[in-house]
């Protein structure tokens, strides 16, 4: 798996108003184009009669992208890019809905208004950083299984799941880089008996 990233921790959203404009900020994670327009069709149909949609995201591939739509070239799409880089953000949107109040503000108000209104949205969202972890099953039975409790959170594991039948069957989540001297400690540990399963890659927030 690459190495950790860092992404909004959740959704967050912002308003600011600038001499009677209306800036709307949402601010989401997400892992593909497609829930980047997902996201940004689901705000336009929640205000149809806004005067602008600016957005920008950018993706762990490398793929970054905005749109100014319609403000003034460089002043609305961009500077939230750049929010968004400067942050060392990846994995996320962020789209600004601008309802114009009849004054306007020129490019370097309207490129402050957009970066003010885009960060009070990540400030809102939190920031979290994910790093690759394994997710393991561990079987056991029952003699072994308080010992494997204290285990897995002293190799900074945690437990997703608990299956009791004729024996134990936990499923856990470790960092990439505990999963080995783990699977040694529970070998130590059980004498060889509690089995130790890889089941799937993923990230996960620290």
Not at 53 to 72: M, Q
Not at 121 to 140: F, I, N, Q
């Amino acid at each position: 798996m690459e190495n950790s990233y860092r992404t909004l921790a959740g959704s967050g959203r912002a308003e600011i108003a600038v001499k009677r404009s209306r800036f709307i900020a949402v601010a989401a994670p997400l892992r593909s184009v497609e829930e980047a327009r997902s996201l940004l069709a689901g705000i336009k149909s929640a205000h149809r009669d806004a005067s602008h949609h600016v957005w920008a995201y950018a993706l762990r591939n490398g793929e970054r992208r905005y749109s100014d739509d319609g403000e003034p070239q460089g002043s609305a799409g961009l500077p939230i890019l750049d929010l968004l880089q400067k942050q060392n953000l990846t994995d996320c949107a962020v789209v600004v809905t601008r309802y114009f109040g009849g004054t306007l503000l020129g490019a370097g108000g309207l490129a402050r208004t957009y970066t003010q209104t885009a960060m009070a949205a990540v400030e809102a969202a939190g920031t979290a950083v994910m790093v690759p972890c394994h997710v393991l099953r561990v079987r056991c039975d029952y003699a072994f299984y308080g010992r494997l409790q204290t285990l897995v959170p002293a190799c900074g594991g945690l437990v997703l799941d608990t299956a009791f039948g004729e024996g134990v069957s936990l499923t856990l989540r470790i960092g990439a880089g505990e999963a080995a001297p783990f699977a040694a400690r529970l070998r130590e540990a059980s004498g060889g008996k509690a089995a130790c399963e890889p089941l799937r890659e993923e990230y996960a927030a620290v």
